[in-house]
């Protein structure tokens, strides 16, 4: 399910409990979010953030007592086809956490430096993320 503007106060108060980058959530479009609910609760979210061609993938949060159950990565498929459907031929992300999950989804790293410039310029690589993050790369093919 994608997320609506009435969504935005409950993703940002997942990433908060999850102690994610949630300051510029406002500002982002919302079309591009992706949402696991529980009723009508926010349990899982995965955005992207789109830079030309490439995109950034932004906030995967699971609620703590959700993990475990598959949220993640039928979060992170359905987020694939969004970015296929638009497009996107590229996927990136910084994490502090998620490497192992997302070395398994087929990412690998890559020097901050090497990212394009169109994600250096996205606030959560200049401010967001801390320069400790790992930044990681996958090709979706033409």
Same mark, same amino acid.
């Given at each position: 399910?994608?997320? /609506? /503007?009435?969504?935005?106060?409950?993703?940002?108060?997942?990433l908060?409990?999850?102690?994610?980058?949630?300051?510029?959530? *406002?500002?982002?479009?919302?079309?591009?979010?992706?949402?696991?609910?529980?009723?009508?609760?926010? /349990?899982?979210?995965? *955005?992207?953030?789109?830079?030309?061609?490439?995109?950034?993938?932004?906030?995967?949060? /699971?609620?703590?007592?959700?993990?475990g159950?598959?949220?993640?990565?039928?979060?992170?498929?359905?987020?694939?086809?969004?970015?296929?459907?638009?497009?996107?031929?590229?996927?990136?992300?910084?994490?502090?956490?998620?490497?192992? !999950?997302?070395?398994?989804?087929? !990412?690998?790293?890559?020097?901050?430096?090497?990212?394009?410039?169109?994600?250096?310029?996205?606030?959560?690589?200049q401010?967001?993320?801390?320069?400790?993050?790992i930044?990681? !790369? !996958?090709?979706? *093919?033409?």
């Amino acid at each position: 399910m994608t997320a /609506v /503007v009435e969504d935005r106060e409950p993703i940002i108060g997942l990433l908060k409990k999850c102690r994610l980058p949630n300051d510029d959530i *406002g500002s982002l479009n919302l079309d591009h979010f992706i949402l696991a609910k529980n009723e009508h609760q926010i /349990v899982g979210v995965i *955005g992207l953030e789109i830079c030309g061609p490439s995109g950034l993938i932004r906030s995967m949060a /699971v609620e703590p007592q959700q993990r475990g159950k598959g949220i993640a990565r039928a979060l992170y498929l359905k987020l694939i086809g969004h970015a296929k459907e638009l497009g996107i031929q590229n996927l990136y992300l910084l994490t502090n956490t998620a490497e192992s !999950f997302f070395k398994q989804q087929g !990412f690998n790293k890559i020097e901050r430096g090497k990212l394009p410039n169109a994600i250096q310029a996205t606030r959560e690589f200049q401010s967001l993320c801390p320069e400790s993050a790992i930044a990681m !790369f !996958f090709g979706l *093919g033409s």
